[in-house]
């Protein structure tokens, strides 16, 4: 049987004028199974971000092919939802209301989907903030709001692109688990790009490791930890041993580097 | 350490202002200056008394050729902008136009539109229209392209139309920027009926102020002038009361 997402011999050219052009990405074959919790980690610039928007229809692809379930990826698709670096809710609107964007703008009942999106709210732990407005919401409350208008539609694919960059660390790991919950309760298909090697290990099933420019696929590291997970987990050998494998290509091109254990 | 006083804040401007005032009145009492060079606080005053019954129709008049232009001028300016913004050819097209129309004085143009259109209302209205418009063209479309691109990227995800996108988020998340130009050109638009009327008119504030300075009454012109700015900033905090009615998120705080 045919993966869910099959990512074929893919690469990006940037084209500057009067300058050389930059290949962001080369020869990426990458397949993803339904259901399946991928995260991308490797180093700035690698275009893992570039990978991304390319798999939701946002940027087309100089060579190759991506299929979504047999089919050729040429625009945006319902079967995807994003979560970008930054929540991008609007500011006018209040946090219900930006889940529901998704909906209308789909052209779906927003009647129907009220109770879809109050639900993924108290979901994430926004229960009793339907009707503030995003600038009264913390950093990582208003990244949950955004998960949430990612989901609300029910894609059966999620790409998070660095959602939790922008957050302190504390925070991230609280929404690192908090986003495994959801995946567990409501099963999807996730790409999650990060360049923290622990937040990779800890949320993946598989962890795919790019090369820097241009991008290229080093390794695919297999995550058997058991689900599921905690924060505890990092101490066992199974996450070091995953952590040290990622690492080990990551600093492959550059001097012989002391990463402390 | 500095001891915070138990004063409201709007207390402070006031007491400014009234201090100033009685200032001037002093210095008037003090010194022996002509009041057709320099009349005091209660000589204006009472000019403004006596005039009770004229100035209504004055006051009047020249608000309605400020807000008629301002009217008119956004009428106009936030669709252009809009056309600007989504059409390059036009952007290419009128943009220039637009630039060279607002580098000529308007001084200059209120003469011609008196030869072009005559005496009463709207040739006034018209250079209003001419000096309001300007600055809400350029704070509209800036504000229409001034989106997060991650923002233009999330609407896109959704296969949102170039329709949906400019209703859903390009147009609401310009309006604070819409509104910086419309204070701006609400305070130029008194300025601007105020040359329409210097230029040729029978009535309103800056007719006052030319006839009264001609006839050497100084302190019937200052009146005008106090009357102006009074119109001048309850307009402005007016346009700031509509903000803050129609855009609350924008708030800052």
Redesign the interface.
Known sequence: MASLIEIEQIGKVYQSRGRESIRALDGIDLAIEANEFVTIVGPSGCGKSTLLKMIGGLLAPSSGTIRLDGREVRAPSRDVGIVFQSAVLMCWRTVLDNVLLAVEILGLDRQTYRARARELLALVGLAGFEQRLPRELSGGMQQRAAICRALVYNPRVLLMDEPFGALDALTREELALELLRIWDEDKKTVLFVTHSIPEAVLLADRVVVMTPRPGRVADVIRVDLPRPRTMDMEFTPEFKACSDAIRAHIYAGRDARVVPA | MTRQLAVPQWSVPVLTMVALVVAWQAFTVVFPIPVWLLPSPVAIANVTAEWQQQLPLHIGVTLYETLAGFLLAIAVAVPLAVLIVFSSFLAQTIYPILVVLQSVPKVAIAPLLLVWIGYGELPKILVVFLVAFFPIVVSTATGLIAV?P??L????????SRL?TFV??RF??A?PHIFVGLKVAMTLAVVGAVIGEFVGSDRGLGYLILVSTAQINTPLAFSAMVLLSVMSILLFYGVEGLERLV?P??RED
Request: proline share 5%; glycine share 0%.
């Open positions: 997060e991650d923002m990227d999330m609407v896109r995800s959704l296969s949102a949906q859903k988020l609401p998340a309006m855009i998120w924008a």
